[in-house]
């Protein structure tokens, strides 16, 4: 089955470092790819998501995420970290189009430093 | 606001017993998505419905059940409940079909099993 690999279940960074949050997906072909944020007792809110269009998907809140086929990763990046950012990052794929299922990875908890 | 709107937002009920949880999805949109959110399972799809027919089934449990009514909102059915059923259940929508990925999260109902 399709999935995506969260590395890291916990990830700390400076305010104001480079935020690094990793995703490697399995799949023989091009998945559709996504990064979801989920803040304190809230839902879940789209950040980005890679349709092949581009390699390099810009979304919300400065964040952006590049696909690397060789590497059957993407990865999330933010150069600069705010304290609003921390929340739990999800990585989530959807192996074909037209397949239903939007399967979630297991959830980087991003934590701040003042 | 995602405009996906849940009731409960709490509910703490006994084991055996028998909640419903609702859903209204967003104006407009077709698709509507149960999952599931506990510490030890993450992020687990249930079901899919597209204007009132399932469309995608996930690791539902035989004990839960869903349906989507012809205005569109949405009950899952939890019986013969379980300790290990407690959870944060999450209600998405999204436009149609295929699924795109960009889902609208509600802010989900908590359900503590005691």
């Not at chain 2, 059940?65 to 019986?79: C, K």
């Amino acid at each position: 089955a399709q999935s995506v690999t969260q590395l890291g279940s916990h990830v700390s960074v400076s305010e104001g470092a480079l935020v690094l949050l990793r995703c490697n997906y399995s799949s023989s072909v091009p998945p559709y790819l996504f990064w979801y944020v989920q803040y304190p007792n809230q839902g879940l809110q789209l950040l980005l998501k890679y349709t092949s269009a581009a390699t390099l998907v810009k979304g919300i809140n400065g964040f952006e995420a590049e696909f690397k086929k060789s590497e059957t990763s993407f990865h999330l990046t933010k150069p600069s970290a705010h304290m609003s950012d921390a929340a739990e990052y999800f990585c989530a794929v959807i192996p074909n189009f037209g397949n239903e299922k939007l399967t979630f990875g297991t959830g980087t908890r991003l934590t701040i430093i003042p | 606001d995602s405009g996906v709107t849940q009731t409960p937002k709490h509910l703490i009920t006994a084991t055996g017993q028998r909640v419903t949880l609702r859903c209204s999805p967003r104006s407009g949109d077709l698709s509507v998505y149960w999952y599931q959110q506990s510490l030890d399972q993450g992020l687990q799809f249930l079901i899919q419905y597209y204007n009132g027919e399932e469309r995608a089934k996930g690791n539902i449990l035989e004990r839960f059940s869903a349906q989507q009514f012809p205005d569109l909102h949405s009950e899952l059915n939890l019986s013969s409940l379980e300790l290990g059923d407690s959870a944060l259940y999450f209600c998405a929508s999204s436009v149609g079909r295929p699924n795109t990925g960009e889902l609208f999260f509600g802010e989900g109902s908590r359900l503590t099993v005691l």
